[in-house]
């Protein structure tokens, strides 16, 4: 990696990757559905979207840990999957604030520790 692409990755905007695809999001195969209403409106409320991407995706391919999330910072890429809950997806929210506020390298809360995986 030469200066500028390390400079450039340094300074890269985290993207979040919401997968309501094919099972993601599918109640019908016993997933909750994804808040993406919700999510955009509350990037737009908090003008978000210039600090970190929120992108709507369909199946990005681990579908057995649906719900699946792929978050991607500067310091590479989290995997989050099993999200079950309003609050993980809020706690979504909250770390783009966080970034807003804070800075590009703000780290992932610890409280969705529990669902990082990596994909086979
Ligand atoms: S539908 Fe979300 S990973 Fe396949």
């Not at 094919?22 to 808040?35: E, F, I, L, Q, T």
């Not at 990005?60 to 099993?82: D, I, K, M, Q, Y």
Request: charged content about 15%; overall charge neutral.
């Amino acid at each position: 990696m030469d200066t500028l692409q390390l400079q450039g990755r340094l300074r890269m905007k985290p993207t979040i990757n919401v997968c309501d695809g094919c099972c993601c999001g599918r109640v019908n195969k016993s997933n909750m559905a994804v808040p993406t209403t919700e999510l955009k409106a509350l990037w737009n409320e908090h003008n978000l979207a210039q600090h970190v991407n929120l992108r709507v995706t369909s199946c990005l391919g681990p579908c057995s840990r649906a719900n699946v999330t792929l978050v991607s910072t500067s310091e590479g890429r989290t995997w989050l999957g099993g999200i079950a809950s309003e609050d993980h997806y809020q706690t979504l929210v909250d770390w783009a604030q966080g970034v807003a506020e804070q800075g590009i390298h703000h780290p992932l809360p610890s409280s969705l520790d529990s669902l990082r995986f990596t994909p086979a």
